[in-house]
C-alpha cells in the first residue's frame, strides 16, 4: 500500500482535495472555510504533482498542499463572503421577523403603539417612521418591516387574506 501511494502521490492528493469537499459539503453544509480551502489545496496539489510541477515527494507534496490551501484561503475568502452575505430577494434579510404578517388586535398611532404576542413573547408594535400615515386602525392586516429588541415595526401589508 505504502509503495502505491508513493508512487501514485498526484491520486493521492486528488482523493485527500475531493473527500475534504466532499465533507466540507455534504456533512458540515458548507459552514466552515477552512475545510473547503484544505479541499481546494488538495486538488491543486493534485495537478500540480500529476503535471510534475512538483516533485513526488512527501514532503514537496506536504508544503505544495498547505501553500495552496493558504492560497486560496486568501484569494477566495472576500468573495465567498460576499456571495455569503448578497441579499438575492431585495427585501431585508437581518431578521426571520421581518415580513411577518398579521392582523392588529387594536389601534396603533404614532403615540400610542399596540402589542403582539408571537412566540411566547409580548411584542410591543410600533408604526414604521417611513410611513407618512400616524394611526392604522384595529383589524388592519400589517406586515413587520422592521425589529428591535421586543419591538415590532409595522405597515399596511400590500395583500389582503
Not at 505544495?64 to 486568501?74: L, M
Not at 411577518?100 to 411566547?120: A, E, M, N, Q
Amino acid at each position: 500500500m505504502i509503495d502505491y501511494l508513493n508512487t501514485h502521490q498526484g491520486a493521492f492528493w486528488f482523493t485527500v482535495g475531493f473527500a475534504l469537499l466532499t465533507l466540507e459539503i455534504l456533512v458540515l453544509g458548507m459552514a466552515t472555510g477552512v475545510v473547503l480551502f484544505a479541499g481546494i489545496g488538495g486538488l491543486i496539489t493534485g495537478a500540480l504533482v500529476s503535471l510534475e510541477i512538483v516533485p513526488s515527494t512527501w514532503l514537496a507534496g506536504i508544503a505544495c498542499f498547505g501553500i495552496s490551501s493558504a492560497i486560496s484561503a486568501v484569494l477566495l475568502w472576500k468573495p465567498l463572503l460576499r456571495f455569503q452575505n448578497e441579499d438575492r430577494t431585495g427585501r431585508d434579510t437581518s431578521s426571520d421577523l421581518i415580513g411577518y404578517s398579521f392582523r392588529l388586535s387594536d389601534t396603533v398611532s404614532r403615540t400610542k403603539p399596540g402589542y403582539r404576542r408571537y412566540s411566547g413573547v409580548d411584542w410591543r408594535v410600533e408604526i414604521d417612521s417611513a410611513l407618512a400615515t400616524d394611526e392604522i386602525s384595529a383589524g388592519t392586516k400589517v406586515t413587520v418591516t422592521s425589529v428591535d429588541a421586543g419591538i415590532f415595526r409595522i405597515k399596511p401589508a400590500s395583500d389582503t387574506v
